[in-house]
């Protein structure tokens, strides 16, 4: 009884702190392989493995998150995780963790508000789920939920004082996936994101084939492998400067390192070799020793040449390139100056020198250059919660039990999907989507075309067109303007592929000379034509897409 | 004499036949696919666990749960309720997904995909790492060197993946 007694204090004592923020709430950031989740008041967050651990060792016992610190003999783990290529699919295995993280044992609700992050386009399965659980299951008084990304971008906004409509890009490389997205008044500018099906999985993975095949077979260790990676690995400054150092022989190759692999007796994790260290020696004798050379650079080099293992995808730099320039013109020289690298794979040495030096090379050389990597990219997505809390009118953003109770799923979820994305962003989206199929139109008796390239003409000339196009600061009125601009835009398109698909007919008509505006009109579309030359359909026959 | 001689020459030609089995394009890619699949597998081996046969005694999930007893006894449900209410697969759920945007033309988890690079692929040697010029005949895997090339030979090539 005693006992009982002391608990509850001590539980009394945790929320106190808590008051002295108008809203205190527990922000979550779930990724597919750790959770950030904490209260908004503290610092850092805790970070917990998203997953269940099984070990060879101890048959009668499941690892849940960060449990696995307990676990004596981490050799052979087996892994079950929630989420399939970055969403959640196993809700067998998510359900047991966030119960444990939302314990006592972590972080509790305790009836407050709770901020969740989701990937982007998390499918409407998914999100039925989330809410099931955390509004019936979970019975949290509201709740909001967004991309990890946006938070992001608020944190930035918040310590460099900048205005909320600083164009900003956010590169984001986590465990499943590589996400680029550029931000524009604010909103996620969604024909400028980027996917690159790279992550942290994929990288350890391949360590673990390379080493399997030229050392141990260490098939079965993904757990160690991935400690190696997070201690050896790096990013090239030059790979082929370091593949001729990685191929030198004795002292001059300064780049082969021994790494005492673990034995789970001595040494719970292992660590690179250190020849002058004589105190470990005696214990080293006995430890299996792998010795990395040209792995530790080749394996992170995946994400920027993602083409060396065969994957028909471009580079995380170039990736980025490509997503400015699908920007309207006017932010792109913006955006370059506010390049955001986040998520666990930033960890590697040389990321951020290696991506500045990427896009310093392939962006135009007036333009200003800046790459921002924060001092924890795998928590400053979390961090960025706190921020969010201190945006003007928060809780009416909020979604409460009642309200989900009322409106079920479907409303409220397009409430979160739409604040970021505002309503600007939808007309966009399917502004851009009309703008395809009508260009398709116009081009169906051409066969020339693959998917993707008359997306790419259309923002070309699209960009082209808005330029001309005067801008307002509002964002409402701006995308006002852009959608007036965007029907100019479609008239000429359908002009100009007339010009296109029949240059005679067209002469023939300037000859009978019948009407004078008509000409008129015609001269006019000829120089528009001149001017975009390249994107004429009949210069390019396979498209321009990739040569921008 | 005669039979000697046929035998000979009949198995000198078997030998020629098997000496280069080539590898068609589409067995290779089908080769490529695997190894792009094994890259994204969460385990290489199977449960460790599987043979367990679950009994009441071993601690279950739900047995850490008595501090949230806020929570009305009603909604409480079991992980199997959501994995069955929730059983989609990643690919039905792009599928689903997918015919959605279409249907209000918005912009979906497919769209974002990265282009192919137009810069040209370099080339690592599968065995040392280090760049790797030549081709092997018969499975196209890179290799750099007469050395690699053995290896290669006699530890992959053609023998895991089929």
Known sequence: MFKSKRRRTSGAMDSKPAKKESIEAIIVDSGAYSIKAGLSSIKKPNVIPNCIMKAKSERKRLFLGNQINDCRDCSGLYFLLPCEKGYITKWDVQKPVWDYVFSHNVCPINEKPVIMTQPLFNFKSIQDCMDEIFFEEYEVPSMFRLNPTDLGRLKYIEDNNFTQDVPCIIVDTGYSFTNIIPYINGNKYLRGIRRLNVGGKLLTNHMKDIISYRQYNVMEETFVINQVKEDTCYVAKNILEELKVAAKSGSENTIVKNYVLPDFNNIRRGYIQDSSDLSRKEYEDNCQILRLNNERFIVPEILFHPSDIGMKCMGIAEAVVKSIYSCPNEYQEELCKHIILIGGNCNFPGFKERMYNELRSQLPHSWQVHVFQPKNPVSYNWEGGSSLLKVPDFKTYMVTKAEYEELGSTIIQQRFNTWMIDNSEIKEETREKEEILSYLDNLKDKSVFGKQEPGENVSKTDSDESDTNIQTSDGNMNNTGQNVSDENNQDSLCHNSETDIGSKLKKTQLKTNENATETLDEFYLEEEECEDLRNSVDLFPLGNGSYL | ?162
Not at chain 2, 75 to 90: A, G, L, S, W
């Open chain 2, 1 to 162: 004499m005669t039979i000697s001689k046929s035998t000979l020459r009949g198995s000198n030609r078997i030998k020629e036949n098997d000496k280069r089995r080539i590898v068609d394009e589409t067995s290779r890619k089908r080769r490529h696919r695997k190894i792009m699949e094994l890259l994204e597998s969460d385990n290489y081996h199977d449960d460790p666990h599987a043979d367990l046969v679950m009994s009441k005694k071993i601690p279950k999930f739900d047995d850490n749960l008595e501090h949230r007893n806020t929570r009305t006894k009603k909604k409480e449900r079991t992980t199997e309720y959501y994995q069955f209410k929730y059983r989609k697969n990643f690919q039905q759920l792009v599928d689903e997904d997918r015919a959605e945007a279409e249907l209000n033309k918005r912009v979906s988890y497919m769209d974002i995909q990265c282009e192919e690079s137009p810069l040209p692929p370099r080339h690592f040697c599968a065995v040392c790492g280090f760049l790797g010029q030549y081709n092997c005949l018969s499975c196209g895997t890179r290799y750099c060197s007469i050395r690699c090339m053995d290896t290669h030979m006699d530890t992959r090539c053609l023998k895991w993946a089929a």
